[in-house]
């Protein structure tokens, strides 16, 4: 698994994650459980990670990219 975004929420987090799977990309937030068990752990773990299998890494970074670009 590799991280691809990281986020200070868990509602982003969940947003990326269902756009990824909209794209037919598997994702995972394997900080999801930490976080909901209490949210005051978001700072110190770093953030909240989306991951997805290595095998779809670079279309998952490209889709990223796509979507922050302007128009």
Known sequence: MVTIATFPDLSAAYMLK???????IPAFIPDESTVLMDWALINAIGG???QVP???AEQ???LI??????G
């Open 60 to 62: 998952a970074r490209q």
């Open 48 to 50: 909240i990670r989306v």
């Open 54 to 56: 290595d095998e779809h």
């Open 18 to 24: 269902a756009k990824l799977e909209s794209e037919n």
């Open 65 to 70: 990219a796509d979507y922050k670009q302007p």
